[in-house]
């Protein structure tokens, strides 16, 4: 409330004060007084005056303020290959404007100031100057020049498509009033066909089901991507114009209904390095608004946003990305496969399902097979956590050298394509598991969890 009469009332004062000069001004017309139109006429050019030095420092000031916030200043570096380009572009252009702005307010007040209405003064008519026209017309060309070619040097190195034979993965990201949709090809790489006839309450997407190659096509609420991957991202809409906008990677595109647009990119910061870097920020060492017991760092993570103005709930167009190591996004991934759109909704349903009378697809046996090597290595790991914790130096060193050589199956077994290869892959995982050290027993139980002597930590915890 106090905050609101205060407000009040500085607009009242302005008020009153416009009007007063109003008032002051038709009064000096009445009495025809050239001595108080000069004085109005110094009063107004001083205001000027005083509103530049204002606003100079203004400028500066907040400049200076909100430097952590700004994209390509303090902490916020750009955490993608391209981002640089990016930045550096950004960078140049608000050094050349910025100079071209406190020239111009100076000039402008100082102009205002200078040149107004005195007694014995007369102004100058100047129908042209051919020598100012040529310098205000070739130095901004030249300066503009150097910008767009700068400019268009960066959108040729983000905007070429993925070669043949580049490493390169792909994600499909779908704007809609009020969300993203964000879709993985699955283990084969390929996206299935899509239709927007097809689009259901159950298929938002409008996917075909009678493309295999949606069958294992999986969705997710948050993006994961590995570090150091190119990363290709088909955007497209459902409705109205979006833009797919991932500031700190310096990604923006605009998802347009009916016309898929894409692009590039390789994160090169993972959102761990890039929690560290902020922990070191005065300005993200507070409490987290949302969450007090933690700091702002600790809850930073990496989002796509909508940057098109699309409807009343805009600003809720938000999705997490974690940028991750190769590892992780693997053992994530492990995870992400049964959570395919088809097999969750369509699979059994014998209205929706074009496979229905097929008893078991080949990607649901996959699915099957890889469950048993994860339980392998899941009882391995259990062993080998226990015999750490345990002290058992024998057995952890064994039960190490297992989990490395089960996991090596694993990571072949998240690509396969072949149920054949699935089953082989499974029986020798099965064979490793079996030929593996068991727990001792009895055990004393552990007064420690301290680190086996000698031995290096590679388990996950």
């Known amino acids: 409330m106090e905050i609101l009469i205060g407000i009040i009332t500085v607009v009242l004062l302005l008020i009153v004060i416009v009007q007063i000069g109003k008032v002051r001004e038709l009064a000096s017309i009445v009495r025809n007084d050239k001595n108080e139109q000069y004085e109005i006429n ?154 927007f006839k097809l689009i259901t309450g159950t298929n938002k997407l409008g996917q075909d089901w009678t493309d295999a190659d949606n069958i294992d096509d999986f969705e997710s609420s948050t993006i994961y991507l590995p570090v150091n991957k190119k990363v290709r991202v088909r955007i497209t809409s459902r409705d109205v114009l979006h833009n797919f906008y991932l500031p700190h990677f310096r990604v923006k595109m605009d998802a347009v209904p009916g016309m898929p647009t894409y692009f590039i990119f390789t994160p090169t910061v993972t ?94 046996q996959i699915l099957a097979e890889k469950d048993i090597i994860n339980e392998k290595v899941k009882a391995i790991e259990d062993a080998t956590k226990a015999a750490k914790k345990e002290k058992r130096k024998a057995d952890y060193e064994a039960l190490s050298a297992t989990l490395t050589k089960i996991k090596e199956v694993q990571k072949k077994a998240i690509t396969s394509l072949s149920v054949a290869e699935m089953k082989s892959l499974a029986q020798e995982a099965t064979q490793i598991a079996n030929g593996s050290v068991t727990p001792a027993a009895p055990v004393q139980e552990a007064t420690t969890t301290d680190e086996v002597p000698g031995v290096e930590e590679s388990i996950e915890q």
């Open 271 to 364: 959102t761990d390095s890039m929690r560290t870097r902020l922990s070191e920020d005065a300005n993200w060492n507070v409490p987290d608004k949302k969450d007090p017991s933690k700091k702002r760092y600790e809850t930073f993570d990496y989002v796509l946003a909508c940057a098109e103005l699309c409807g009343k709930r805009h600003y809720n167009m938000q999705m997490p990305v974690k940028i991750v190591t190769q590892e992780e996004y693997e053992a994530w991934y492990n995870n992400q496969e049964k959570n395919s759109t088809y097999l969750n909704n369509i699979r059994g349903d014998k209205n929706a399902d074009p496979f229905a009378s097929v008893a078991s697809l080949d990607f649901e």
């Open 42 to 195: 110094k009063f107004h050019s001083s205001l000027g005056v005083v509103f530049m030095v204002v606003l100079l420092l203004a400028t500066i000031g907040s400049f200076v303020y909100y430097t952590d916030y700004i994209l390509g200043w303090g902490v916020n570096t750009a955490a993608s290959e391209h981002g640089p380009s990016i930045d550096r572009m950004f960078n140049i252009t608000l050094g050349l404007t910025g100079i071209v702005y406190f020239i111009t307010q100076f000039l402008l007040f100082w102009f205002a100031w200078q040149y107004r209405g005195r007694r014995g003064h007369k102004a100058i008519y100047w129908s042209h100057n051919e020598k100012l026209e040529m310098v205000w017309m070739i130095v901004p060309a030249v300066a503009m020049t150097f910008l767009v070619v700068g400019g268009l040097q960066a959108w040729n190195d983000v905007m070429t498509d993925v070669q043949e034979g580049d490493d390169y993965m792909e994600i499909e990201a779908t704007g809609f009033q009020f969300a993203w949709t964000v879709r993985y090809p699955g283990r084969d790489g390929k996206f299935g066909a899509r239709d």
